[in-house]
T-cell receptor
Framework: NAGVTQTPKFRVLKTGQSMTLLCAQD?????MYWYRQDPGMGLRLIHY???????AKGEVPDGYNVSRLKKQNFLLGLESAAPSQTSVYFC??????????????FGPGTRLLVL | EDQVTQSPEALRLQEGESSSLNCSYT??????LFWYRQDPGKGPEFLFT???AGEEKEKERLKATLTKKESFLHITAPKPEDSATYLC???????????????FGKGTLLTVNP
């Protein structure tokens, strides 16, 4: 099992450019999440999905969009990148959080620099 | 608003010097408390889940405990390879009945010197 994988590992964008971050999991998890991690801020939830075809906003959704067309994939899009979106992005997945196996497992992260 | 505070922000130990990390929380309706380890440039790695006050879990040199207001991560006789950032997160019922919500603390950076 590869667990949770993320593509790309590192990317540099210019302000106004767009990009898509890809997350894939092979654990058959229903739930998937996108977080960002900034120095001194801790992990903050951007968007999440409780199943194929469904998405919802987290704490800091502005400037991001997501799609969950397949159970194993969760895409995070930046339509017009801003320097404030410079961060490390983590994807996670889990079984339903209320169940006995409700633990979130994280990917290795994507480091994004917006100039 | 749910709050999670970890202390200290940074801790430097000598190899073999036992200590504890603290995670205090103010939440409505705790459903579980998670500990993760994060190495530089890597994603958080799951360590433990605690569900109720009085519960304890152990893994090698680490032991996590939970009370109604805080959790401790005890590190016994640490080794340099235990150096990492340790993150605490609480699972609460989100607004509107959603059950996804994890609130993370900012972490404790542990350095163990040989």
């Amino acid at each position: 099992n590869a667990g949770v994988t993320q593509t790309p590992k590192f990317r540099v964008l210019k302000t106004g450019q767009s990009m898509t971050l890809l997350c894939a999991q092979d654990m058959n998890h229903e739930y998937m999440y996108w977080y960002r991690q900034d120095p001194g801020m801790g992990l903050r939830l951007i968007h999440y999905s409780v199943g194929e075809g469904t998405t919802a906003k987290g704490e800091v959704p502005d400037g991001y969009n997501v799609s969950r067309l397949k159970k194993q994939n969760f895409l995070l899009g930046l339509e017009s990148a801003a320097p404030s979106q410079t961060s490390v992005y983590f994807c996670a997945s889990s079984y339903p959080m209320d169940g006995p196996r409700g633990t979130q497992y994280f990917g290795p992260g994507t480091r994004l620099l917006v100039l | 608003e749910d709050q999670v505070t970890q202390s200290p922000e940074a801790l430097r130990l000598q190899e073999g010097e036992s200590s504890s990390l603290n995670c205090s929380y103010t939440v409505s309706g705790l459903r579980g408390l998670f500990w993760y380890r994060q190495d530089p440039g890597k994603g958080p790695e799951f360590l433990f889940t605690l569900y109720s006050a009085g519960e304890e879990k152990e893994k090698e040199r680490l032991k996590a405990t939970l009370t109604k207001k805080e959790s401790f991560l005890h590190i016994t006789a640490p080794k340099p390879e235990d150096s990492a950032t340790y993150l605490c997160a609480v699972h609460t019922r989100g607004s509107g009945g959603s059950n996804y919500k994890l609130t993370f603390g900012k972490g404790t950076l542990l350095t163990v010197n040989p």
